[in-house]
């Protein structure tokens, strides 16, 4: 049975209501068929279905569409369901990443009929998990057209402040190679382990550039997230593999980002196994957008979706309730002042 | 059904008759049952069973006695059964590490009725896993008396030849700590990877001792032989673990062994998760043995039994047919000219 949200009434319940709906990662068709239900009651937005993703669009003939976009996926829920409202904050699994922002693009889709520019609102599945399931992904491959649109919105938690662009990633194998030799005779053998030493050194004295783009300052990041050396308790070991994840400013495209983490150690074996490029801020391509929300961009240092928009060439930004920081932790909430505060200035936006 | 193994033969058919007879640890039983129907057998031996190890002693009021102790257990088969002879070399699993060794002990057994000192033959399960299922380890705790001996062979594989005492063992972690953070932001955290470079470059500029003994060298070695850092792909690790591997040589303590590797990390956590002492060579209690065996001793850097006689205060050596190094291999093989070699020169120490 399909529970029946009510978008007109007030964005702190519906916060609630929609946190109160699980939907973990694969597991969304339940929010999904809510949210659809209760577009679908709106005369105004042509609504789709594409697998557990709904995207909702008014069709008025406006110069100007700007989409806004917001996944319906949590995480795995950490004891935090169902939701309670305790000192202004709504607490509970997925609260501020995102259903808080969420139930604002909802909110937005039921009350403003006539907006100033038309309106494609995307709520996705999967964008907890590997990239090719994150329903984003899926539409732009699929049915692209319903993805077109002047600028776009990414209703990521940010603080309800503005965060533009975001960094690109890239990961990467870093093999050093030894022989094996038995333990009791270990000067048969070269031991790379102890010869990885000075990967691990040299990524602690390396100092990540910064980089400004629009007055934005971009901060990199060089970071190994894995070591792995060991074959048995009495064998030298012949591979260690040190993993390391780069995130590299926007101006840099990905065979850039490769070409630098290379050069930092050209005497090992490098293999690339991720690379997705960042979102330029593109400040100047989403016109009157950061004047109305009325806050001082920020750069967005962790990758977002905004970069699948950056990739198929619209200007994005991340604007959303709820502290970025908190997102994945058991303890999640999101302020109610951050719900009123990004509903009022979107509304005003997109006001006439 | 018991097989029926042929004592008095010939040790080439023996071997590969014990071969036949798969017993990974664990699994020793019908083995263990064919050699102790095979040595009750022959009145002048006492036999007892205690699990599947295999305990014959003659009776004979000699002055003094003699252990010669061989494991019933293999490592798992690797392709490598049933056996075959080949270029004078018997091939198969277990025929190196040390059915061979087993052979050559049953066969003294059997063909030598009234040696000139009494006898006590081991034959044992599970020495090729964790300590406590040993069956040397076993005996030794509930019935010591059957291993009460002046000296002791370990007919562990030694190219036919006499290698002496047995260096220790030590494994220890070492704990490097640092700081989670997320990888967009790592410079809130502090790297535990990064800050292992200094233990990995320490163990590789380490140069390890060689402490001579009776005229052996025993060569040490200090070796990481696991390293483990990591959280997920985008979190910079707050823990990285090196695993260490000391071999140290039998004249230090475990004690002191522990002590040479906290003075060599003072400024991290050392967790000492094992230590086993080693076993002097202790020639000069060896009587006449050394010579009678006709071969100039070397020192055992890897560990083996014999440092269960050190602890029960018996001198002992290991002596045994095959290549150390093929132990544990799929290939592993036994020469016909070791195990006639190493039959010869005992059956000559032991008869009047």
């Known amino acids: 049975m399909t529970v029946a949200l009510g978008l007109a009434s007030d964005v702190v319940a519906l916060t609630r209501a929609l946190v109160d709906i699980p939907s973990e990662s694969g597991h969304e068709a339940p929010l999904a068929d809510a949210v659809e239900a209760a577009l679908r009651a709106f005369p105004h937005l042509a609504v789709d279905r594409i697998g557990n993703s709904v995207v909702a669009r008014t069709e008025l003939g406006r110069p ?33 990443d995102m259903k808080g922002g969420v139930a604002v693009a909802l909110r937005l889709a039921a009350t403003v009929p006539a907006p100033t520019r ?12 590997e990239a090719d399931r994150n329903g984003l992904h899926r ?62 050194q040299r990524l602690h004295e390396h100092t990540p550039e910064r980089i400004v783009i629009d007055g934005l300052e971009y901060r990199e990041g060089l970071n190994a997230v894995a070591v792995r050396a060991g074959v048995a308790g009495n064998v030298v070991p012949d591979e260690c593999v040190i993993t390391v994840n ?22 090992y074996e490098v293999h690339v196994t991720e690379v997705v490029p960042g979102a330029l801020p593109g400040l100047d391509r989403l016109g009157d957008l950061v004047t109305a929300l009325g806050a001082t961009p920020r750069p967005k240092l962790g990758w977002t979706d905004v970069a699948r928009f950056a990739a198929l060439g619209t200007p994005a930004l991340n604007y959303g309730p709820g ?20 509903e009022e200035r979107l509304r005003r936006w997109l006001s006439p």
């Open 64 to 96: 100007q569409r700007a989409l806004l976009a917001g996944h319906l996926d949590t995480v795995p829920a950490a004891g935090n369901l169902p939701s309670r409202l305790q000192d202004d904050r709504v607490h509970g699994l997925g609260a501020c």
């Open 118 to 129: 038309d309106l494609t609102y995307v709520f996705y599945e999967c964008e907890e998990v």
């Open 139 to 200: 539409i732009a491959a699929h049915h692209p057209e319903l993805l077109a649109a002047d600028l776009a919105v990414l209703m990521e938690p940010s603080d309800a402040g503005v965060e533009a662009g975001c960094q690109g990633v890239l990961t990467a194998d870093i093999v050093v190679r030894g022989e094996r030799a038995h333990t009791a005779r270990s000067w048969m053998g070269a031991n790379a382990a102890h010869l990885a030493a000075p990967v691990l």
């Open 246 to 267: 780069s995130r590299f400013a926007p101006s840099r495209s990905p065979e850039e980002a490769e070409a630098y983490v290379r050069k930092l150690f050209p005497e």
């Open 323 to 342: 502290d970025p920081t908190l997102a994945h932790t058991a303890g999640e909430y999101v302020p109610v002042e951050h719900l009123r505060t990004c």
